[in-house]
């Protein structure tokens, strides 16, 4: 698929403050620093489209990106970080679930992983709580140019048996490097079949 056409739609603070749900869209999720907002620069061939940044905390807010004039790519603020104290953490976390657990047009969530950890408590409870709210996740392993070939497999091979502890079949899974440019196509791919059958792009 090729991406001709990106604009940034809105910054929303709310689900009620979100565009119409008129278009399939896709979701960024993961720990803050994770590389979310990389990730969506990288499959938009954009540099500066979503604030990156070193320090945790960067995105704050629900971003809708229009894509192609047909589907949406959402920049999520991450979670496990709180520079501004525990109540406005909560405040993050209670928008983005209101948000993941009640936007019908919510055609894939990426679950973003950083594949230098062992599986982390915190993504395994995201993950879990995803399959109990119905929400369909797909899985990003990120930074993958931090590891060697071998590192990686283990990796994420380990995260795979755990996640079969107790999902039947796992969710997609893709790895990919905004260094190294690997992944793009793949993830692509993947959302144009699944905007095939929203009857989208
Ligand atoms: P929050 O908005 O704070 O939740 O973070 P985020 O998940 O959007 O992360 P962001 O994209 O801002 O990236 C965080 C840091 O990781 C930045 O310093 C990026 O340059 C770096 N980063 C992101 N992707 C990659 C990657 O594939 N490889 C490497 N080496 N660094 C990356
Ligand atoms: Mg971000």
């Known amino acids: 698929m090729n991406i001709q056409d990106v604009k940034f739609i809105k910054s929303s603070p ?10 399939p869209e896709y979701a960024f999720a993961g720990r803050s620093n994770v590389g979310k907002s990389s990730l969506l620069n990288f499959l938009t061939n954009t540099k500066k489209l979503a604030k990156i940044s070193s320090t945790p905390g960067k995105t ?4 809708h990106y229009l894509i192609n ?9 991450g979670y496990g970080f709180a520079r501004t104290g525990k109540k406005i953490k909560a405040d993050f976390q209670s928008f983005t679930s ?19 950890h062992e599986p982390l408590k915190i ?7 995803c399959g109990e709210m119905h929400i ?12 060697s070939e071998g590192r990686l497999l283990q990796n994420t091979d380990r995260y795979k ?35 095939r059958v929203f009857g989208s792009g």
């Open 14 to 23: 709310d689900l009620q403050s979100c565009p119409a749900e008129s278009l």
């Open 60 to 63: 704050r807010l629900i971003n």
């Open 69 to 77: 004039n047909s589907w949406y790519l959402v920049d999520l603020p």
């Open 98 to 116: 209101e948000y993941l657990l009640n936007r019908t047009s919510l055609a894939c969530l990426f679950v973003l992983i950083d594949c230098r």
């Open 123 to 129: 993504d395994l409870e995201f993950i879990h709580r």
């Open 136 to 147: 369909p996740i797909a899985l990003v392993f990120t930074k993958t140019d931090k590891l």
């Open 161 to 195: 048996r755990e996640l079969l502890k107790t999902w039947e079949i796992l969710p997609q899974v893709f790895s990919a490097s905004t260094v190294t440019r690997t992944g793009r196509t793949e993830i692509l791919n993947f959302i144009d079949k699944t905007n």
